[in-house]
């Protein structure tokens, strides 16, 4: 392949957002529920949701590591994690924080604080509780089966207005640092915003 030819596949690669998270149901379920809104607007990506065998921090770094081997230079790889109630979980999320200053382009980091499904609140609330008991409770109006099933998937609840509400209730609560472990928010709403075409890819 002539240096011609390798420009022309560079632009015509169409990149992967690879995501990781730390949950097996809740999460994964939230992403193929947003994929009801995203094809309409002919993204330049393609988005891929994987989960690691155990969820931990240390399995979700090893997976990541085993797909960037294949990467190419515009994929990038999204770790989502929830604020773990044990002591080492600080020293554990630095370790993800180093990993992602390493290569900030490739690697990025959604830190959800008390947990994920914080974020899923903000698509209906504007100040969810940071204890975890009084979130089940709240989700249990919006999603009926949650405490059972866990999944979002099929829900009309969700709709692409209170996406958007969701995004701007997140982003003025953006955890970006390990100093911030402590305070409730989320990160999960630059990574959503730019599965749905409103932020630079």
């Known amino acids: ?52 065998r155990h969820g931990s921090i240390a399995s979700l770094l090893k997976l990541a590591k085993s797909i960037e081997k294949d990467c190419h230079a515009r994929d990038q790889i999204w770790i989502l994690v929830d604020r773990d109630k044990e002591d080492k979980f600080r020293e554990q999320f630095a370790q993800l924080e180093q990993w992602q200053n390493q290569k900030p382009n490739l690697r990025h980091v959604a830190l959800s604080v008390p947990r994920f499904e914080y974020w899923l609140l903000l698509h209906f609330e504007d100040n969810p509780s940071g204890k975890d008991a009084e979130n089940d409770k709240s989700l249990v109006r919006y999603f009926p089966n949650f405490l059972k099933r866990k999944s979002v998937e099929n829900s009309t609840a969700i709709t692409e207005s209170r996406v958007w509400d969701a995004i701007a209730r997140a982003n003025s609560r953006f955890i970006p640092t390990c100093r911030d472990l402590d305070e409730v928010g989320t990160g999960v709403g630059v990574l959503v915003e730019m599965l749905m075409g409103r932020r630079d890819f």
């Open 1 to 52: 392949m002539n240096k011609l030819q390798r420009k022309r596949a560079y632009r015509l690669y169409k990149p992967v957002i690879y995501i990781l998270p730390e949950g097996e149901i809740t999460e994964e379920s939230y992403f193929r529920a947003l994929s009801r809104f995203t094809p309409s607007k002919n993204l330049p990506f393609s988005i891929s949701c994987k989960s690691a």
